[in-house]
């Protein structure tokens, strides 16, 4: 079946930019993630949805950071004036929350350059 | 003190052996628990769920210790292609349904 989706694959733009990154969740999946990993780091936490509850945000690392999740599916991460260390993979995962044990399956990531 | 911890390594070992990794983690009270592979550039993906009574799969067989809170991820008969950073993932079960992830273990097999 079909996995989690991102898009861009890769995004490269300039310093103060804002840039869009989109995941779209395994069918039927009620819990999205976005992480971000910088080169050779662990991955950050940046926010999760879960159904139609509240997002837990804390891991979002300033303002300019934001992301939506339109009809419980397809979630769209926003970086509003880009700066250089925002430069990381940025990694969306789902997973089913009703079961227990059900672990979070990632997308390919969107590798984000910011010049 | 971290969610998870995870000796980072790197673990260079010859073809064949076998080879073992430990993760602690914080809460007396999570309950879900996992191995994920990641190779690099590459996104992690689920090695295997670890299971009260301990699980295996093939070469990888998991464990976990309640009392001392850690789960491990042993490996026999090493092959090249298990190189690779391995992540160790505790649900806490907490508000909202978040994971944390350990930093990786660098697992290099040389021929």
């Known amino acids: 079946g079909a996995g989690v989706s991102q898009s861009p694959s890769n995004k490269v733009t300039e310093k103060g930019k804002d840039v869009e990154l989109r995941c779209d969740p395994i069918?039927?999946?009620?819990?999205l993630y976005w992480y971000r990993q910088s080169l050779g780091q662990g991955l950050e936490f940046l926010i999760y949805f879960q159904g139609n509850s509240a997002p837990d945000k804390s891991g979002l690392p300033s303002d300019r950071f934001s992301a939506e999740r339109t009809g419980g599916s397809v979630s769209t991460l926003t970086i509003q004036r880009t700066q250089q260390e925002d430069s990381a993979v940025y990694l969306c995962?789902?997973?089913?929350?009703?079961?227990?044990?059900?672990?979070?399956?990632f997308g390919d990531g969107t590798r984000l350059s910011i010049l | 003190r971290k969610e998870v911890e995870q000796d980072p390594g790197p673990f260079n070992v010859p073809e064949g052996a076998t080879v073992a990794f430990n993760c602690t983690y914080s809460?007396?009270?999570?309950?879900?628990f996992f191995w994920y592979r990641q190779d690099c550039r590459k996104e992690p993906k689920l090695l295997m769920s670890?299971?009260?009574s301990g699980n295996e799969d093939g070469r990888f067989t998991a464990q976990l210790n309640r009392a001392s809170q850690y789960i491990s991820l042993l490996i026999r008969d090493s092959k090249l292609s298990d190189s690779a950073t391995y992540l160790c993932v505790v649900n806490p079960k907490r508000a909202g349904n978040q994971f944390y992830f350990g930093t990786g273990t660098s697992l290099t097999v040389i021929p």
């Open positions: 995962a789902s997973s089913l929350v009703s079961q227990t044990d059900q672990p979070q399956h």
């Open positions: 670890v299971y009260s």
């Open positions: 069918s039927g999946h009620t819990a």
């Open positions: 809460n007396s009270a999570s309950q879900s």
